[in-house]
């Protein structure tokens, strides 16, 4: 995306597959650096809906505020350093970055025009089971929504990624906090290199965004 010296990084993945440890460690890593976290947008459990099984629709777009956070986004394009941190004044130089981290985020097309960089962390089955039950949830997850649920709805969503041509980075969900934090942070640091050089040149404003899923 090209749009007065930013870009914007996307970062999605399956429920539990690490998205949110990366946006954070990146943020904290590199300086005039902003993160939205789709989950922060999610409706009332009072609007969401209950399949046939009883199960809540959370894993749906129709269960979060995406209009809401594309508010969030577009006021981020706007004007990007005032979302920024007191300390990372210091590092007003630098093209800022905004990192939107989430698990239904390729499947919302007012999305599609906005990435520099998008990636995708995936886990098997085994391994997302297991991390998923160590987490405290709110509603609490019911007996069999995992499998009843959660899954089929990650394997619903990422065949519909899979059948859109786009420039994702798939990313192994196993591998070290460090090792993912290396290899995406290497890459955001290449692409805002390459946007600084667009920002400086004449008459050609630079910007740049990026996700994870």
């Known amino acids: 995306m090209i749009d007065e010296g930013k870009f914007l990084e996307e970062r999605g993945s399956v429920t539990n597959g690490g998205k949110t440890t990366l946006a954070k460690k990146l943020q904290k890593q590199l300086p005039s650096c902003s993160v939205i976290s789709q989950d922060d947008y999610f409706k009332p459990e009072s609007e969401i809906k209950i399949d046939e099984n009883g199960f809540l629709q959370y894993d749906e777009l129709e269960a979060l505020n995406m209009e809401i956070l594309m508010s969030a986004v577009y006021s981020w394009m706007k004007n990007p350093r005032n979302s920024l941190e007191s300390d990372d004044l210091e590092s007003a130089e630098e093209v800022p ?8 985020l390729y499947t919302y097309k007012p999305l599609d025009s906005v990435w520099n960089r998008r990636y995708f962390l995936t886990i098997p089955y085994e391994e997302c089971k297991r991390r998923r039950s160590t987490r405290v949830y709110e509603p609490p997850d019911p007996p069999g929504y995992f499998d009843g649920h959660v899954w089929p709805m990650y394997l619903k969503h990422r065949k519909e ?15 070290s906090e460090e090792d993912l934090f290396t290899r995406v942070c290497d890459d955001l640091t290449e692409e805002r290199a390459k946007q600084k050089c667009l920002q400086i040149t004449p008459k050609v404003p630079s910007s740049s965004t990026s996700g994870i899923l």
């Open 97 to 104: 970055i905004l990192i939107i981290e989430g698990f239904l």
């Open 161 to 175: 990624i899979e059948d859109i041509t786009r420039n994702i980075v798939y990313l192994d969900g196993t591998k």
